[in-house]
Nanobody, 119 residues
Framework: QVQLVESGGGLVQAGGSLRLSCAAS????????MGWFRQTPGKEREFVAA????????YYADSVKGRFTISRDNAKNTVSLQMNSLKPEDTAVYYC????????????WGQGTQVTVSS
């Protein structure tokens, strides 16, 4: 059974940095992609970044390009999201999720971690 556990959220001032981690377990993820999403109350969940487990190809939302970096450690089955130059509009609950590369939908989700950026 696939399990995803996020950590690293918290409160930071605008311009600061946070690093989120997602520990994945339950299967081999070599043919999977890991994504980070975020959601604020009353808004739809928003894609942030993604990385393929096998060869590390990355994808970013325009709103975070140049500020966020996604990376993975295959040996530890963890994916990290380094967030720099944080803005108040980055405040959200951040979720990691994974799906097979051939799937359209992310079907495994973590419980989420709160990131709050104060102005």
């Amino acid at each position: 059974q696939v399990q995803l556990v996020e950590s690293g959220g918290g409160l930071v001032q605008a311009g600061g940095s946070l690093r989120l981690s997602c520990a994945a377990s339950g299967r081999s993820f070599s043919s999977y992609i890991m994504g980070w999403f975020r959601q604020t109350p009353g808004k739809e969940r928003e894609f942030v970044a993604a990385i393929t487990w096998s060869d590390g190809i990355t994808y970013y939302a325009d709103s975070v390009k140049g500020r966020f970096t996604i990376s993975r450690d295959n040996a530890k089955n963890t994916v990290s999201l380094q967030m720099n130059s944080l803005k108040p509009e980055d405040t959200a609950v951040y979720y990691c999720a994974t799906r097979r590369l051939i799937s359209r939908e992310y079907n495994y989700w973590g419980q989420g971690t709160q990131v709050t950026v104060s102005s």
